[in-house]
């Protein structure tokens, strides 16, 4: 579960083969009430918290390093990404109600991005169409 922007908590799918490796984790780890927390004391991370982190991490590396650069916000874009292209069935409502967002409008605009999959699907059932 995650706040929203409005605070109201929502339930959030959690990928099955996740759950044992979050159980042993939690087993290895020092006792608490959140399985992810600061460090120094048994608080949850938050968004800045963890944007914060991942900047140490990015002025750690190499300048010429091909790896991008990602905030948490980037998380739930590929996040949402990944969600549609990995299932077909899933709606843009499906995709709002996940992700908390007011309008279908926000999802399809700014979370659902274009992919070579998807592009090599829609040619393929362009192509499929019996009009000759």
Known sequence: M???????????????????????????????????????KDKPLTRQYIDWQLRNV???LDPDS????????GLRH??????FESNPEVTPKDMQ??????TMRVVMEIYVHATKEGRDRTRQAVNSLNIL
């Open 78 to 83: 590929t996040f949402a990404s990944l969600v």
């Open 66 to 73: 091909k790896l991008p650069r990602i905030t948490t916000h």
């Open 97 to 102: 109600n996940l992700l908390g967002d007011e």
């Open 2 to 40: 995650g706040p929203q922007k409005n605070s109201v908590r929502r339930v959030i799918p959690l990928n099955a083969k996740l759950l044992p490796l979050l159980r042993r984790y939690r087993l290895q780890s020092v006792p608490g009430k959140y399985i992810f927390r600061t460090v120094a």
């Open 58 to 60: 990015y002025a750690t």
